[in-house]
C-alpha cells in the first residue's frame, strides 16, 4: 500500500512540473530564436491600411520560415482594451528576396475557428524585405475589444508577403491566448496550478505522517518472552518407557 501511495504522489508530481518544464523550454527556445534575428531591410511601416485580399487564402512559401515570441509575456496573457506586442521572426532560406506585405490577426473561439470573434486591426508595409539567407523581427501590436469576456482564446495571426510578385502567406501564430480584465492578475491556469500545488503539499503531509506512524509502531512495538512451566505429552513418556532416557531421569531424582 505505501508503494502504490508512493507512486501516486511522484506520478502527480510529474503531471505538475510538465506543463511548467514544457512553458520554460518552449519560452527559452523562443528567446533564443528571435534574439538570433537579424533585422534585415527597411521595415518601412507605413499605418493600417493594408491591400484587402478578401477571403482568399494564399500558400505559404517553402523557403520561409516564421516563429512568434510574446516579450515578457510568457503566459501570453492579453488585457481587453489594451495593447499587447508580440514579435514575428522570418527567415529567407531562399535564393529571392521576400517582399512582407503585410501582418494580420484574428480571434476565434476556441472549440470552433469558423466562430470569428474579432479582426485585428492589420499592420501594412513599405519596401519590407528579407534578403536572401537571412533574418528578420517584426513587431505587431494588436488590442482585442474592451467588451471582450475574459477567457481562453484562439489567436491566428499571418504574415503575407511576395516572393517573385507571387503572393504568399505564412501562419506565424496559431495558439491560445487568455483574455483578462484590466487589474486581473490571476487566470483559470494560474488558479489551478496554486490549487493543485496545494493538494500535492497535502498529499505528502499525509503520506509522511503514515511514515512516521508505522516506524513509531515498529519501535515502540517490545518482543514477548513468555515464561512458564514446562509439560511433557504423557504419551511420549510412554513410548519412552524402559529406554536409557527414562533410566537417567529416574536416577536423577533418587539422587535429589
Known amino acids: 500500500m505505501t508503494m502504490i501511495n508512493l507512486r501516486v504522489f511522484f506520478f502527480a508530481m510529474l503531471l505538475l512540473a510538465s506543463p511548467l518544464l514544457q512553458v520554460a523550454r518552449c519560452q527559452s527556445e523562443s528567446e533564443a530564436d528571435v534574439e ?4 534585415g531591410g527597411d521595415l518601412g511601416i507605413v499605418g ?6 478578401g477571403d482568399v487564402d494564399f500558400a505559404p512559401a517553402a523557403e520561409v520560415e516564421t516563429i ?15 495593447e499587447t506586442q508580440l ?3 522570418m527567415e529567407n532560406v531562399g535564393e529571392s528576396p521576400v517582399n512582407v506585405i503585410a501582418i494580420k490577426a484574428s480571434v476565434h473561439l476556441p472549440f470552433d475557428h469558423h466562430m470569428l470573434v474579432q479582426n ?10 528579407v534578403p536572401p539567407s537571412a533574418q528578420a523581427t517584426f513587431p505587431y ?11 481562453t482564446f484562439d489567436l491566428v495571426g499571418t504574415i503575407v508577403y511576395d516572393i517573385d510578385q507571387h503572393p504568399y502567406q505564412s501562419t506565424f501564430y496559431n495558439g491560445t491566448i487568455e483574455v483578462v480584465e484590466p487589474g486581473v492578475f490571476f487566470t483559470v491556469e494560474s488558479v489551478f496550478l496554486v490549487t493543485l500545488g496545494i493538494a500535492l503539499l497535502v498529499l505528502l503531509g499525509l503520506w509522511l505522517h503514515g511514515q512516521f506512524q508505522r516506524i513509531s509502531k515498529k519501535t515502540k512495538r517490545a518482543p514477548k518472552v513468555e515464561v512458564g512451566t514446562g509439560t511433557t505429552d504423557g504419551s511420549l513418556d510412554e513410548w519412552l518407557q524402559g529406554t536409557a532416557y527414562t533410566q ?7 539422587k535429589k
Open 248 to 254: 537417567s531421569a529416574s536416577k536423577s531424582k533418587k
Open 141 to 151: 501590436v494588436f488590442a482585442v475589444s474592451k467588451y471582450l469576456q475574459p477567457g
Open 48 to 53: 493600417e491600411d493594408v491591400q484587402d485580399f
Open 68 to 82: 512568434c515570441y510574446f516579450p515578457k509575456n510568457s503566459a501570453k496573457l492579453v488585457v481587453a482594451g489594451e
Open 120 to 129: 485585428l486591426t492589420a499592420l501594412a508595409f513599405n519596401n519590407a524585405s
Open 87 to 89: 514579435l514575428v521572426g
Open 36 to 39: 538570433e534575428a537579424v533585422e
